[in-house]
């Protein structure tokens, strides 16, 4: 059983829109979301988390938003640039467990 | 400062044969992961420790697969009689602290069998 669902499995964005991943979880007890990135031959990179108290956290141009209720949280890339086409993992845990990673979806912004 | 590093970075070994990976996880970091990762797919988690104490080793996928992590800081995953199946991205991840969930991951080593 899956317990992070990613989608899409793949995306593509024009140079400068907005792109949106979407996660959904099965475990309530979850209490930490982050997002990693990873580039072709590179490990994945933290790029940004929340933890359920909030409902959207903002760092530049990345910002996650977070829904308890629908056990959902998503990633918005604004402005969208070519250097952003990565891979992009949401991931999910509860207190002293390890992440579960979602299956990624792969970002191609176009110009 | 420097990052997580692991060695090495491919290994290519004829199956039935022992190898050994390791991971040196950012200085004074308590907890180092281990994970798998198949391509085009999320890291899968293999084991942790916190300090020099294995916390979990549930992702572990058979007892040919074992991790140390004796001094609290390097540590080493050993597969013992490798086969085909086990070819992968073997990745290792640390954090400053404990149950926060905020790891930062090494290069990876790829195990190819062959």
């Known amino acids: 059983q899956q317990q992070v669902k990613q989608s899409p499995q793949s995306l593509i964005v024009q140079k400068g829109g907005i792109s949106i991943i979407n996660c959904a979880y099965e475990?309530?007890?979850?209490?930490?979301f982050p997002w990693y990135q990873q580039f072709p031959g590179k490990g994945p990179a933290l790029l940004i988390a929340i933890r359920p108290d909030v409902s959207e956290k903002k760092e530049g141009r990345f910002t996650i938003s977070f829904n308890k209720s629908a056990k959902q949280f998503s990633l918005h890339i604004m402005d969208s640039q070519p250097g952003d086409s990565a891979t992009y993992f949401c991931?999910?845990?509860?207190?002293?467990?390890?992440?579960?990673f979602g299956k990624g979806t792969r970002l191609s912004v176009i110009a | 400062g420097a990052g997580v590093s692991q060695s090495p970075r491919y290994k290519v070994t004829k199956r039935g044969q022992d190898v050994a990976l390791r991971c040196d996880p950012i200085?004074?970091?308590?907890?180092l992961y281990w994970y798998r990762q198949a391509l085009g797919q999320g890291p899968e988690f293999l084991t942790y420790f916190n300090y020099e104490a294995q916390q979990d080793k549930s992702g572990l996928p058979n007892d040919r697969f074992s991790a140390e992590r004796p001094e609290g800081s390097i540590s080493t995953l050993t597969i013992q009689r490798t086969e085909q199946r086990d070819s992968a991205m073997y990745r290792c991840?640390?954090?400053?602290?404990?149950?926060?969930?905020?790891?930062?991951f090494g290069p990876g080593t790829r195990l190819t069998v062959t």
């Open positions: 200085s004074g970091h308590v907890s």
């Open positions: 991931a999910a845990s509860e207190a002293n467990t390890p992440l579960v």
């Open positions: 475990n309530t007890a979850f209490d930490y």
């Open positions: 991840a640390s954090s400053s602290r404990q149950g926060v969930g905020e790891q930062y």
